[in-house]
């Protein structure tokens, strides 16, 4: 089921003196908490996978499958995701995938084998898949063009900040309890608790939450009234959205964004351990230090753009300088990178880079400006999928040409190769509000 349009609407009227509540930014708030949690349930087997290993007696093929499956799995029902947050009820279909997804986290504590185990985390990532569509749908009913940066970023915050603490609170459950299986019970139950939290706060649209009052409905109606023609398109069917060049444009650019991201991601330790000489210890930490970074990143970028478009600046150049400007930085950031012989100073210049390359947040308010109230979860769900299936191939790349050279130089030219693409694809989207339903 569609959510209501803002002209369909009957507003009550607002006191003059009435000032407006902040229900919307809560919402965003809240999911960024579940994006977060997200991350966090991802990076499990990821630090339980020794322990698990050596209990279940998996060989390091099996080790490979069995981090990949959460990813096959949650890339391939991004598409479907998309189209049940667009057919369905969006608090409905968050609650039910957050309490799905940490039932499953739940249920892998149970496997008496790798099987049952990969099992369990196909089915988190079919779980999780309708998250970050499900924050699109959510920027563009409730928050107004000026505001979309903002909250875009606060849903994909979540990445940097459960990848930065993902780690360190999974093994300290395992520590804590002396057990994977414990510490898998307790993100799943916490995990739950959240969605039962996400069922009683988010609402589909403004006009159904009960917190909400007249100035702040107001406020978001009439951020988002159009000026459409009598007679102009108000919905585009997707296959001819397929064909748009923006549309087209924002795809490749995710593809970008999370190829640099899931690159670092899965490599980083390792490049900081063997070309530097990092210590677990010294790695946790900078892994740490780099993805907060990121997180910092991703809120001031939301800020600075919204801030802007919100002093009459053309949505067109702001977006497009935002995110070209900061590919570009990221992009010298790691050619340094690849030329530093100090480990400091290597730390220093991915801080920098993910600090900028985590601006391209704001890539979840695109969506929901190209396609409609009606197309949003279905296009963030394909876009989605474009991404992840970078992040599928981008680590296997990443490996073969470790292997083959023996050094991180080629690897770190790559992200570099990929963050000038996305400064390009970025710069070919129109971001101007098409008045689509």
Not at 37 to 66: C, H, K, T, W
Not at 382 to 401: E, S, W
């Given at each position: 089921?569609?959510?209501?349009?803002?002209?369909?609407?009957?507003?009550?009227?607002?006191?003059?003196?009435?000032?407006?509540?902040?229900?919307?930014?809560?919402?965003?708030?809240?999911?960024?908490?579940?994006?977060?949690?997200?991350?966090?349930?991802?990076?499990?087997?990821?630090?339980?996978?020794?322990?698990?290993?050596?209990?279940?007696?998996?060989?390091?093929?099996?080790?490979?499958?069995?981090?990949?499956?959460?990813?096959?799995?949650?890339?391939?029902?991004?598409?479907?995701?998309?189209?049940?947050?667009?057919?369905?009820?969006?608090?409905?279909?968050?609650?039910?995938?957050?309490?799905a997804w940490g039932a499953f986290q739940a249920l892998a504590a149970g496997a008496h084998n790798w099987i049952t185990l990969l099992i369990t985390r196909m089915g988190l990532g079919v779980a999780?898949?309708?998250?970050?569509?499900?924050?699109?749908?959510?920027?563009?009913?409730?928050?107004?063009?000026?505001?979309?940066?903002?909250?875009?970023?606060?849903?994909?915050?979540?990445?940097?900040?459960?990848?930065?603490?993902?780690?360190?609170?999974?093994?300290?459950?395992?520590?804590?309890?002396?057990?994977?299986?414990?510490?898998?019970?307790?993100?799943?139950?916490?995990?739950?608790?959240?969605?039962?939290?996400?069922?009683?706060?988010?609402?589909?649209?403004?006009?159904?939450?009960?917190?909400?009052?007249?100035?702040?409905?107001?406020?978001?109606?009439?951020?988002?009234?159009?000026?459409?023609?009598?007679?102009?398109?108000?919905?585009?069917?997707?296959?001819?959205?397929?064909?748009?060049?923006?549309?087209?444009?924002?795809?490749?650019?995710?593809?970008?964004?999370?190829?640099?991201?899931?690159?670092?991601?899965?490599?980083?330790?390792?490049?900081?351990?063997?070309?530097?000489?990092?210590?677990?210890?010294?790695?946790?930490?900078?892994?740490?230090?780099?993805?907060?970074?990121?997180?910092?990143?991703?809120?001031?970028?939301?800020?600075?753009?919204?801030?802007?478009?919100?002093?009459?600046?053309?949505?067109?150049?702001?977006?497009?300088?935002?995110?070209?400007?900061?590919?570009?930085?990221?992009?010298?950031?790691?050619?340094?990178?690849?030329?530093?012989?100090?480990?400091?100073?290597?730390?220093?210049?991915?801080?920098?880079?993910?600090?900028?390359?985590?601006?391209?947040?704001?890539?979840?308010?695109?969506?929901?400006?190209?396609?409609?109230?009606?197309?949003?979860?279905?296009?963030?769900?394909?876009?989605?999928?474009?991404?992840?299936?970078?992040?599928?191939?981008?680590?296997?790349?990443?490996?073969?040409?470790?292997?083959?050279?023996?050094?991180?130089?080629?690897?770190?030219?790559?992200?570099?190769?990929?963050?000038?693409?996305?400064?390009?694809?970025?710069?070919?989207?129109?971001?101007?509000?098409?008045?689509?339903?």
């Amino acid at each position: 089921m569609n959510n209501p349009s803002a002209e369909s609407l009957a507003l009550p009227a607002a006191s003059a003196t009435e000032r407006a509540t902040n229900v919307r930014w809560r919402i965003f708030l809240i999911m960024l908490l579940l994006t977060a949690i997200n991350y966090i349930d991802r990076a499990s087997l990821s630090v339980a996978l020794p322990l698990i290993s050596s209990e279940f007696q998996i060989p390091p093929a099996l080790e490979g499958l069995m981090l990949s499956a959460f990813f096959w799995s949650y890339a391939l029902m991004q598409i479907p995701g998309g189209m049940l947050l667009d057919r369905f009820h969006t608090r409905r279909v968050i609650v039910v995938a957050t309490v799905a997804w940490g039932a499953f986290q739940a249920l892998a504590a149970g496997a008496h084998n790798w099987i049952t185990l990969l099992i369990t985390r196909m089915g988190l990532g079919v779980a999780e898949s309708p998250i970050m569509p499900a924050g699109a749908k959510l920027n563009g009913a409730w928050l107004t063009p000026n505001e979309r940066g903002r909250g875009a970023v606060l849903v994909d915050g979540g990445a940097p900040l459960g990848s930065a603490f993902g780690a360190i609170i999974i093994a300290g459950l395992i520590g804590w309890f002396d057990s994977w299986r414990i510490a898998f019970v307790i993100a799943g139950v916490g995990t739950m608790l959240a969605g039962v939290l996400a069922w009683k706060y988010i609402r589909n649209h403004p006009s159904e939450h009960p917190g909400v009052n007249a100035a702040e409905l107001a406020h978001i109606t009439a951020g988002n009234a159009t000026l459409s023609q009598p007679g102009a398109v108000t919905s585009i069917p997707f296959k001819e959205l397929l064909k748009d060049r923006s549309v087209l444009a924002m795809f490749a650019g995710y593809c970008c964004i999370l190829s640099v991201f899931y690159g670092l991601l899965t490599w980083m330790p390792s490049y900081l351990h063997q070309t530097h000489g990092l210590n677990i210890s010294g790695m946790g930490g900078a892994t740490f230090l780099i993805f907060m970074c990121g997180f910092i990143g991703e809120l001031v970028g939301g800020y600075l753009g919204d801030k802007w478009k919100s002093s009459g600046a053309s949505p067109n150049l702001v977006m497009r300088s935002m995110f070209s400007g900061s590919a570009l930085v990221a992009a010298l950031c790691m050619l340094a990178t690849a030329y530093t012989a100090q480990a400091s100073q290597a730390i220093g210049l991915l801080c920098v880079a993910m600090f900028f390359i985590r601006w391209c947040g704001m890539y979840w308010c695109i969506p929901s400006i190209l396609g409609g109230t009606s197309k949003t979860g279905v296009l963030a769900g394909t876009m989605n999928f474009c991404g992840n299936m970078a992040g599928v191939i981008v680590p296997i790349m990443i490996g073969l040409i470790v292997q083959f050279t023996g050094s991180y130089f080629l690897v770190l030219i790559f992200f570099v190769v990929m963050a000038l693409l996305l400064a390009i694809f970025s710069s070919l989207i129109d971001y101007r509000e098409r008045g689509l339903t």
